[in-house]
């Protein structure tokens, strides 16, 4: 097949050669000139689309795997939504943790503050009752003296 097209291609050379060489005017020169451009014109887009037809197959198999690699599957996408979860999880784990840790401190501060409020409740009444037998000490230190007697 190539050798033909070789054949056919020297043909077209000394075709052309004679035609150039025969040329006289400007008009002639011109029109020979388009000939020679759309033959070549002709000649490559044929070429070209030859080439791209028998590489079609390859480059669509090529671009296919390209993009395969570049895009994420189902299972890819199934893989980062277990690490979410997995990720979002612990997150929660953590937040649930520290809210235990300051439910036993408000716990813990309220007991204390609990015990404190005991406290003072006793020390007022303590003082209370001090207060009020301080008005009649002297009066039951006289009768507890009395019945001593």
Known sequence: MKFFVV????VAYSKLYEL???VK??????ELCKIIEEFFEK?????????F???KP???????EELRKE????????????KILRYVDNKINQVIEKINQLDKKIDEGFYQL???VDTLKRDIIIIALIIILANYAPSIIGKILSFLK
């Open 20 to 22: 150039i060489k025969n």
């Open 71 to 82: 895009l994420t599957t189902k299972e890819d996408l199934e893989l980062i939504g277990e």
């Open 53 to 55: 037809e028998e590489q």
């Open 7 to 10: 054949f056919v291609m020297a």
């Open 58 to 64: 390859v480059l669509k198999l090529e671009l296919k």
């Open 43 to 51: 000649q490559c887009k044929e070429n070209v689309s030859k080439k």
């Open 114 to 116: 609990d015990k404190k």
């Open 25 to 30: 005017d400007e008009k002639e020169a011109e």
